[in-house]
């Protein structure tokens, strides 16, 4: 357990579909991300919050939104993806420099 | 989409034996660097760190080595055992951007 949790851990969509991922951290850390996991490549970072505040849009499609209503929630919501969207979505928060990970989401969009 | 012919790097181990994963990284002004584990179906796991003034920590049966000359970080897994299997990511912090950039990772299997 890092002290990050992520739900759904498993999620299968259709194309026209409307999703949300939830990350919670119980750490008390001020910045949180999204990474995508695509298979066989490095993290892909999204998006990143430094106290609810977006700091970094990663030039992410538009069909990935997120949310943070505060410091220890995160949100990513989904619409309308498409199949290369499938991967490993995985929530991190940090105080510092090391960061901490969720389990992920595993997305599969058909 | 993903690359043709793009695959990740494997080290095959027998149990018992020293494992060294390598890392080859990009920016000479990172300051920071993280050895994660990930295991199958989990998140990534940190192991260990090292701040660029440093050029060696050790853990518990674990050693980064730090070498800025030629930008290459190495984790070295002593007496490596089943449950050491996994993927081993190596990260980089830029201290312009403020972010970890993470490398591809190498998938570590041990035999028993």
């Known amino acids: 357990e890092t002290g990050v949790t992520q739900t759904p851990r498993h999620l299968v969509m259709g194309m026209t579909n409307k999703k949300s991922l939830k990350c919670e951290q119980h750490l008390g850390h001020n910045a949180m991300y999204w990474y995508k996991q695509s298979a066989k490549k490095p993290l892909e970072l999204m998006f990143v919050?430094?106290?609810?505040?977006?700091?970094e849009n990663n030039s992410v499609p538009s069909r990935f939104s997120p949310e943070c209503p505060n410091s220890s929630h995160l949100f990513l919501h989904l619409h309308t993806l498409q199949p290369e969207d499938s991967a490993l979505y995985l929530c991190?928060?940090?105080?510092?420099?090391?960061?901490?990970f969720g389990p992920g989401t595993r997305l599969t969009v058909t | 989409g993903e690359s043709v012919g793009l695959h990740l790097p494997t080290l095959s181990v027998q149990e018992g034996d020293n494992s060294i994963i390598n890392c080859a990284y990009s920016n000479s002004a990172s300051d920071y660097f993280i050895w994660y584990k990930q295991e199958s179906g989990k998140g990534p796991q940190f192991i260990i760190d090292i701040r660029s003034n440093m050029d060696k920590r050790q853990g518990q049966r674990v050693t980064v080595l730090l070498n800025k000359t030629v930008k290459h970080l190495s984790l070295q897994i002593a007496a490596t055992q089943p449950g050491d299997s996994a993927v081993y990511f190596c990260a980089e912090n830029d201290p312009q951007g403020g972010k970890l950039i993470f490398g591809q990772g190498t998938e570590l299997s041990v035999k028993p």
């Open positions: 919050y430094n106290f609810k505040e977006q700091t």
């Open positions: 991190a928060s940090s105080q510092d420099n090391e960061q901490y």
